[in-house]
């Protein structure tokens, strides 16, 4: 199991130590963020569940766009302030399920690391309230694990799994069709969902190379694409 490198102030874990695979596994997931960016041509985007600020500090450092980052936990949004700034880059102090969702305005991308897997229970509501807090045009994009790979399967679905990963009680992995279907539920359009990343958190590094090189042959077929960590998701306004 990878070491936790923060808790939230209940006490559950949201943010795992930089070591092994992680750091490289999240650099590869900030240039996806920033690819949205462009593929969008945004001009304001939301972080929801910042967290440490690392992700939202990489979006202002590599690109024009006003950068608004947003969690519920005062502990996470203190270290990013104290750690991170940028002229095109705030974080703030927010719950979107409990304040009034437009009180930053709309935004061109929403977009999130790991986050819409805590709010299972309130999935179809927070997904409507994302639409409507999203410019004409605009879109979210949002990296989410994958219940069917063997380690999420291990963390989510066994009692074990979930009191070593000090998970929340209602955080839960999704399937694709899950996925593609309360989007489609609740509104949204152009929705794709990508399963791959074979890059679990917390590998040695020298198994880092190794599973990057068998990385596209495994998401190549459909034998083994199911198999990846993680649901790399967008769709539209």
């Known amino acids: 199991m990878q070491p936790i490198a923060l808790r939230d102030e209940r006490g559950f874990n949201q943010v795992f130590a930089p070591i092994g695979s992680a750091r490289f596994r999240m650099e590869r997931r900030h240039d996806w963020f920033i690819a949205q960016i462009g593929t969008l041509g945004a001009r304001r985007v939301l972080e929801i569940g910042c967290g440490t600020g690392e992700t939202a500090a990489h979006l202002a450092a590599h690109s024009e766009a006003e950068i608004v980052a947003v969690d519920i936990s005062q502990a996470f949004v203190t270290a990013a302030r ?113 399963t791959r990343d074979f890059l679990v958190p917390g590998l040695p590094e020298c198994l880092v190379k190794p599973v990057v090189g068998l990385e596209p042959m495994m998401q190549a077929t459909r034998l083994t694409r199911w198999l990846a960590q993680s649901h790399f998701v967008t769709a539209r306004v």
Request: glycine share 10%; aromatic share 12%.
């Open 82 to 194: 104290s750690h991170f700034s940028a002229d095109n880059l705030r974080y703030e102090l927010f719950d979107l399920m409990g304040e009034e969702p437009l009180a930053f305005g709309r935004f061109d991308l929403i977009c999130g690391n790991g986050i819409l897997h805590h709010l299972v229970l309130e999935l179809p509501r927070m997904l409507r309230t994302l639409r409507a807090m999203t410019n004409p045009g605009g879109g979210i994009a949002f990296i989410e694990p994958n219940f069917l790979n063997p380690y999420c399967a291990f963390i989510f679905g066994t009692k074990i799994g979930r009191r070593f990963a000090r998970l929340e009680p209602d955080e839960m992995a999704f399937t694709r069709n899950e996925l593609q279907s309360v989007l489609a539920e609740t509104g949204w359009g152009t929705v794709t969902v990508e």
